[in-house]
């Protein structure tokens, strides 16, 4: 099936300093990444949509400056996290979408491993 | 905007059968996903409704009625596994996925 690799799994840093989170689809092309970002206990909240050549879009109140994205070629998006503090540390994951195989046609979306995002 | 709304918390014991609704606000909606997650897990898809009825995927099966905006997940058979979170989430025509609140779902032996 398809797969998102997502990597970081986890990593600290210290306030101030950037990080950048990779998803690379392994066996398919993602034209387009959605990224997700979700506090202890809630739900997953869309930040941005990113899409192959293009800039990518932005969900409301999300911080296009504070929150890069790049989808520089049809296998790998990258979100990185610039001058990061205590209030962004957080469980970030991408997703794609994948059309499925089941016979109504349905789509499904495979999401990455995720990264847990701590900042001191 | 989009809204969908679920019960914050439900509790079962094992073997039993429980229920998890959505009902949902959306504009061009197309159908109607449902996802679990574990603790520190990424969602894992679990069923699709683009029409009316139930779709059935072993233990677990999803309903969808169009009219009433209103979905829900059927989980049966509960085993101690199946304590995580649940989410409905809608696939529009924007081709985002929103999710819901999220139900966690506790088994109890």
């Known amino acids: 099936g398809a797969v998102v690799s997502q990597h970081p799994s986890w990593v600290i840093c210290k306030s101030g300093t950037s990080v950048k989170i990779e998803c690379r689809s392994l066996d398919f092309q993602a034209t387009t990444m959605f990224w997700y970002r979700q506090f202890p206990k809630q739900s997953l909240m869309l930040m941005a949509t990113s899409n192959e050549g293009s800039k990518a879009t932005y969900e409301q109140g999300v911080e296009k400056d504070k929150f890069l994205i790049n989808h520089a070629s049809l296998t790998l998006s990258t979100l990185t996290v610039t001058s990061a503090h205590p209030e962004d540390s957080s469980f970030y994951i991408c997703?794609?979408?994948?059309?499925?195989?089941?016979?109504?046609?349905?789509?499904?979306?495979?999401f990455g491993s995720g990264t847990r995002l701590t900042v001191v | 905007g989009q809204s969908l709304e679920q019960p914050s918390e439900v509790t079962a014991v094992e073997g039993a059968i429980v229920q998890i609704n959505c009902t949902y606000q959306?504009?061009?909606?197309?159908?109607l996903s449902w996802y679990q997650q574990h603790d520190g897990g990424a969602p894992t898809f679990l069923s699709y409704?683009?029409?009316?009825g139930l779709e059935e995927t072993g233990r677990f099966s999803s309903f969808l009625s169009r009219s009433d905006s209103y979905g829900y997940l059927l989980l049966q058979e509960l085993q101690m596994k199946d304590s995580a979170s649940y989410f409905c989430a809608d696939f529009s025509n924007t081709g985002k996925l929103i999710f819901g609140q999220g139900t966690t779902l506790q088994v109890k032996p």
């Open positions: 997703s794609a979408r994948v059309t499925s195989y089941r016979d109504r046609g349905s789509y499904g979306y495979t």
């Open positions: 959306t504009s061009g909606f197309y159908g």
């Open positions: 409704n683009a029409l009316d």
